[in-house]
């Protein structure tokens, strides 16, 4: 049987395949395909966390992919709250707690990510 730490340790894991889905979710109704680089980096971050947690290449590259998360979700919300000005409030009612709730599962998983303990 599993302990409950060994389930907390994989919140980041799970976390970023989430991620990975919602970013695919956006290519797929229509976002742009430079997207397809947050996929990438999510399914990566989550791939190696799963496959080798204590790498020395794993802890900078899953910080870096948290890191862009964290901008790239801080940008989509702040244009969704610029939208709430103009005549489209409607999509911007939508996108904006989205946008708001992914970019603090990334302020999270940056921070999760960076201050890890070696195991």
């Given at each position: 049987m599993k302990t409950d730490?060994?389930?907390?340790?994989r919140v980041p894991t799970i976390l970023f395949f989430v991620t990975g889905v919602?970013?695919?979710?956006?290519?797929?109704?229509?976002?742009g395909s430079l997207l397809a680089w947050?996929?990438?980096t999510c399914f990566?971050?989550?791939?190696?966390?799963v496959l080798r947690a204590t790498s020395w290449f794993t802890?900078?590259?899953?910080a870096a992919s948290a890191?862009?998360?964290?901008v790239?979700?801080?940008y989509q919300l702040y244009l969704a709250l610029v939208t709430l000005g103009s005549g489209l409030p409607g999509l911007a009612i939508f996108s904006a707690p989205l946008f708001a709730v992914f970019t603090v599962i990334?302020?999270?998983?940056?921070?999760?990510?960076?201050?890890r303990k070696e195991e």
């Open positions: 730490q060994s389930l907390v340790a919602f970013w695919a979710g956006i290519i797929v109704t229509g976002g947050a996929v990438l990566a971050s989550g791939a190696f966390l802890r900078p590259l899953v890191l862009f998360g964290v790239l979700t801080g990334y302020l999270y998983l940056f921070y999760a990510c960076t201050w």
